[in-house]
Nanobody, 124 residues
Framework: QVQLVESGGGLVQAGDSLRLSCTVS????????MAWFRQAPGKGREFVAA????????YDTNSVKARFTISRDNSKNTVYLQMTSLKPEDTAVYYC?????????????????WGQGTQVTVSS
């Protein structure tokens, strides 16, 4: 059974930084495409960033360009999301997801496993 556990969320002020982590157990982490999605109150789930098994990265540039960085450490079965210059509109529950493919990375339906989410709140 594949499990994803996110950590690192919290309450910060605008302009601060946070690093989210997602550790995967029960599967073959190095073969997964890993991604971060987020869902703000009253809104739908939104793609944030993805990293393939070979290290290729994709971002939702409209919302997070030049501020967020996704990375992975296969030795730790962990994917990270480094967030800088946080804005109140970044407030959301952030979800980690894993896929067995590397197609349509921004589509949540392509992901096979999901974490429970971690809350990020950015105050103004």
């Amino acid at each position: 059974q594949v499990q994803l556990v996110e950590s690192g969320g919290g309450l910060v002020q605008a302009g601060d930084s946070l690093r989210l982590s997602c550790t995967v157990s029960g599967g073959t982490f190095s073969t997964y495409t890993m991604a971060w999605f987020r869902q703000a109150p009253g809104k739908g789930r939104e793609f944030v960033a993805a990293i393939t098994s070979s290290g290729g990265v994709t971002y939702d540039t409209n919302s997070v360009k030049a501020r967020f960085t996704i990375s992975r450490d296969n030795s730790k079965n962990t994917v990270y999301l480094q967030m800088t210059s946080l804005k109140p509109e970044d407030t959301a529950v952030y979800y980690c997801a894993a896929a067995n493919s590397d197609y349509r990375l921004a589509q949540g339906a392509e992901y096979d496993y999901w974490g429970q989410g971690t809350q990020v709140t950015v105050s103004s």
